[in-house]
């Protein structure tokens, strides 16, 4: 087993991180759709129900954004910005913040409306409706959780750990994607 395991982080590292990453985002929403299907129900709404397509398209975009988290994380964020201690990290942060998280914000929403069909125009509308409240949630929530990805973890653990972070905010990020349909 523990071979397997090293060989998941390092040999196949992109691989375990963009199927931890669709894993955790398609799971993600399946907490949301359970929320939602539980909220239906006890408000009395009737005719809900679990969409498999729309996990499946969460899925998807996981494994479309999951290379990038990975070269992010295991790459790029390290060259950036040089050092170690508790002033570099708040500068990975920053970096973080500033280039990384607005990148993949717009991955998401806009490769989300495509997945749907909506075409470019779509695509863009669902970044201009989303952008500013994720983002700002984002700056909350994600500056402690990469202090401690950029001060104890190992790089080639940092995809991962950022995955497994991010099941909460995968939640968050289903329900703001798909709010105005199900609420």
């Not at 590292?13 to 799971?27: E, R, W, Y």
């Not at 002033?87 to 914000?105: A, C, N």
Request: proline fraction near 3%; aromatic fraction near 14%.
């Amino acid at each position: 087993m523990s071979s397997l395991f090293k060989q998941l982080f390092s040999r196949y590292l992109i691989i375990t991180n963009t199927v931890t990453s669709g894993t955790l985002l398609g799971l993600g929403d399946v907490i949301t759709q359970n929320l939602e299907i539980e909220y239906a129900s006890r408000t009395g709404v009737t005719g809900t129900y679990f969409d498999i397509y729309r996990t499946g398209r969460m899925f998807l975009m996981g494994l479309m954004i999951g290379p990038f988290g990975h070269l992010w994380y295991t790459k790029f964020a390290d060259k950036l910005v040089l050092g170690s201690g508790p002033k570099v990290v708040l500068k990975k942060i920053g970096v973080d913040q500033i280039i990384f998280t607005p990148i993949i914000t717009c991955l998401f929403f806009g490769g989300m409306g495509l997945l749907e069909g909506r075409g470019i125009t779509g695509a863009l509308n669902e970044i201009k409706s989303n952008f500013i409240a994720v983002y700002s949630v984002d700056c909350c929530v994600w500056p402690p959780a990469q202090y401690i990805n950029f001060h104890f973890i190992p790089a080639r653990f940092r995809s991962v750990y950022v995955s497994t972070m991010t099941l909460c905010w995968n939640t968050f990020l289903s329900y703001m994607k798909h709010r105005k349909t199900t609420i």
